[in-house]
T-cell receptor, first 115, second 114 residues
Framework: EPEVTQTPSHQVTQMGQEVILRCVPISNHLYFYWYRQILGQKVEFLVSFYNNEISEKSEIFDDQFSVERPDGSNFTLKIRSTKLEDSAMYFC?????????????FGPGTRLLVL | AQKVTQAQTEISVVEKEDVTLDCVYETRDTTYYLFWYKQPPSGELVFLIRRNSFDEQNEISGRYSWNFQKSTSSFNFTITASQVVDSAVYFCALLYNQGGKLIFGQGTELSVKP
């Protein structure tokens, strides 16, 4: 069964460093998302992406964040200068044909720890 | 405003008991979609069910069943004859029709003891 994959599974970084989280969505999916989950809290939407541009972003997704689809298979989230409060689990998700009704399938997550 | 409330933070049951996880949502949209996801201890988010606002039929899948009631804005999830493997955090979510944003509840941590 096709699935979303994410790398790395864990990342430890120093405050102020840049990190790139990578995702490979399900191959025929067209809509891509990033969410984050601070430890013990609910899952929060960051950004949705379609046709090489951002469709929607939350207030969390400030100028320190960016997303990119550098090739036909990868979808990345970059945090330019990490802060302690960026420590969280980051989930990538994808959906098939549209954001308004389709099920979003999630990857296993990348646990980011900022020291 | 779009909002999902899961009032039960933690539930603990003994194996084979039935358990219901509550979900109440708020939305002004007339067409909307609701979801349940499971997050086992390993951390991934596993899709369980999607329900649209036009379909109020209850759904059963094995030991899982869902009760959707528009009149009370609720979408409750029942596990029958619970098993230890059901231990997880369960999230209810509402799909906001702008940009495909999923709005999650706080989650209910279910612990099933042998």
């Amino acid at each position: 069964e096709p699935e979303v994959t994410q790398t790395p599974s864990h990342q430890v970084t120093q405050m102020g460093q840049e990190v790139i989280l990578r995702c490979v969505p399900i191959s025929n999916h067209l809509y891509f998302y990033w969410y984050r989950q601070i430890l013990g809290q609910k899952v929060e939407f960051l950004v949705s992406f379609y046709n090489n541009e951002i469709s929607e972003k939350s207030e969390i997704f400030d100028d320190q964040f960016s997303v990119e689809r550098p090739d036909g298979s990868n979808f990345t989230l970059k945090i330019r200068s990490t802060k302690l409060e960026d420590s969280a689990m980051y989930f990538c998700a994808s959906s098939a044909t549209g954001p308004y009704q389709e099920t979003q399938y999630f990857g296993p997550g990348t646990r980011l720890l900022v020291l | 405003a779009q909002k999902v409330t899961q009032a039960q933070t933690e539930i603990s049951v003994v194996e084979k008991e039935d358990v219901t996880l509550d979900c109440v949502y708020e939305t002004r949209d007339t067409t909307y979609y609701l979801f349940w996801y499971k997050q086992p201890p390993s951390g991934e988010l596993v899709f369980l069910i999607r329900r649209n606002s036009f379909d109020e039929q209850n759904e059963i899948s094995g030991r899982y069943s869902w009760n959707f009631q528009k009149s009370t804005s609720s979408f409750n999830f029942t596990i029958t004859a619970s098993q230890v493997v059901d231990s997880a955090v369960y999230f209810c979510a509402l799909l906001y029709n702008q940009g495909g944003k999923l709005i999650f509840g706080q989650g209910t941590e279910l612990s099933v003891k042998p």
